[in-house]
């Protein structure tokens, strides 16, 4: 099955030809910053599997390690990857249809911001999680 998705603006565009390994919410200092949001929620794929489809990501170095890929126009943050992985996230956000994918678990539970209250039962890790 493939996966589409796209940044706000619409200049760019992916496809992933592939089956998800997993999907987490992320409380990390890092993507809260990059995103300006209280918990970024991933979806992980093989690196080789995603293709961009229309336009070109700007890429970001978050840290010496990883990088994260946005949209330069709109600032849409689509994916986060650790330098030679065989894997990235994908910002569930950014899938063009997302409703019914299950989420997993929450990773980096221990830097959550406190005014977020959670009630989902999800397992919570302080951690990348128990699959990395
Ligand atoms: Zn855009
Ligand atoms: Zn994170």
């Given amino acids: 099955m493939a996966y589409e998705g796209r940044c706000y ?3 760019v565009r992916y496809r992933v030809n592939a089956e998800p390994l997993r999907v987490m919410h992320c409380h990390c200092s890092i993507c809260r910053r990059v995103s300006a949001a209280p918990v970024v929620t991933w979806i992980t794929f ?8 229309q336009g070109e990501p700007s890429t970001l170095k978050s ?17 986060f990857e650790v330098d030679g992985a065989k894997e990235l996230d994908i910002t569930l956000a950014s899938l063009d249809d997302h409703d019914d994918i ?17 009630s989902d039962g999800l397992p919570e890790y302080d951690d990348w999680g128990p699959d990395v």
């Fill in 63 to 79: 840290t010496p390690e990883a990088s994260r890929q946005f949209c330069s126009d709109c600032g849409s943050h689509m994916v």
């Fill in 9 to 11: 603006c619409g200049k």
């Fill in 102 to 118: 299950e989420v997993g678990y929450h990773i980096f539970n221990g830097t959550r911001v406190k005014w977020l209250k959670l």
């Fill in 46 to 53: 093989p690196t080789k599997d995603l293709e961009w489809i």
